[in-house]
């Protein structure tokens, strides 16, 4: 993935679309309600942090620069 | 300091030696990210952790010393202006990226439009945060809640100054005709529309946090 603008504004959606479920969620029911499902948001995007950075590493090899590259 | 210059054999390209780099050599580069761009990423990344703590800092205030209400009687947040300011910064992002998308086609028009239209949506923001603390009622030194709301959405309205700012130098730059269609020639405003992503990013997370929840 190259890292620009356009991948940045990708995530402008996503958290938009994240923060009006929760906020949704909070105004439709209960406050706790939209606060747990925003905690349960966040814990995925942790954990999806967190996998795309152990498959960057573990690919680090083969991509320009890495010892196992050919162009 | 050693010179980087490779020593030529005697006779052989004394005039070309010359013209040769002297100094440091030139500093290794990614091919996946340009320096302005990791530059703005990794201040990001730290902006993140300055947010974290003030984050950290409400839901402490407000889960642990556990008020009877939140906000506090007899004080109540302007949910719906907050919520219109929030819809405005929003649009900006989206004006940004137009402006973007323009100059990486080539059209110029549409970037110095899309430019200016998120400048003006900005600014508005800043307007309409600065007339609600003027409306709200409370100040900073009114009990922790006011401490932390205006420190939490103070710190937000310091990064869409510092945004503004960014996109005023860029605006100028492209209405004078700075920028082009090669991704190199237009750092100038991929890299502010990064950060104004960012503080977009931010206010959602500010606004669902503070006056929803």
């Given amino acids: 993935m190259r890292i620009n603008e356009r991948a940045v504004f990708k995530w402008v959606l996503i958290v938009g679309v994240a923060g009006a479920s929760v906020i949704g969620l909070a105004l439709l029911t209960r406050p706790l309600l939209g606060s747990l499902w925003g905690l349960v948001l966040v814990i995925a995007g942790c954990a999806y942090g967190i996998r795309w950075t152990r ?7 083969s991509r320009p ?6 162009p | 300091m050693e010179s980087a ?3 030529l054999p005697h ?5 070309a030696a010359e013209h040769e780099h002297h100094g440091p050599p030139e500093a290794n580069q990614s091919s996946r990210i340009d320096r302005q761009t990791l530059g703005i990423l990794l201040f990001i990344i ?9 984050f950290a800092s409400y839901f402490f205030l407000r889960v642990v010393v556990n008020p009877a209400s939140w906000p506090p009687q007899p004080f109540e947040l302007p949910v719906g202006i907050a919520g219109m300011n929030t819809a405005i910064l929003v649009s900006s992002s989206f004006t940004i990226h137009y402006a973007l998308e323009g100059i990486r086609k080539g059209n110029k028009q549409a970037m110095k439009l899309g ?9 508005t923001f800043l307007f309409v945060q600065i007339n609600e603390y003027v ?9 922790s809640f006011g401490t932390i709301f ?14 503004l700012t960014l996109l005023t130098a860029a605006t100028i730059r492209a209405f004078r005709g700075h920028f082009d269609k090669a991704p190199e020639k237009h750092l100038g405003v991929e890299v502010p529309g990064i950060y104004w992503h960012f503080v977009d990013i931010m206010w959602i997370i500010v606004f669902a946090t503070v006056y929803i929840l």
């Fill in chain 1, 65 to 70: 620069g890495g010892p196992d590259y050919k």
């Fill in chain 2, 46 to 54: 730290s902006e993140v952790m300055l947010f974290g703590s003030f």
């Fill in chain 2, 135 to 143: 409306h709200l009622g409370f100040s900073v030194r009114t009990e």
């Fill in chain 2, 11 to 15: 006779g052989a390209g004394g005039h």
């Fill in chain 2, 150 to 163: 205006y420190s939490l959405t103070g710190l937000h309205g310091a990064h869409v100054f510092i945004g």
């Fill in chain 2, 115 to 123: 430019l200016a239209l998120t400048w003006l949506l900005g600014l």
């Fill in chain 2, 5 to 7: 210059s490779v020593p």
């Fill in chain 1, 55 to 61: 498959e960057w590493w573990r690919s680090s090899r």
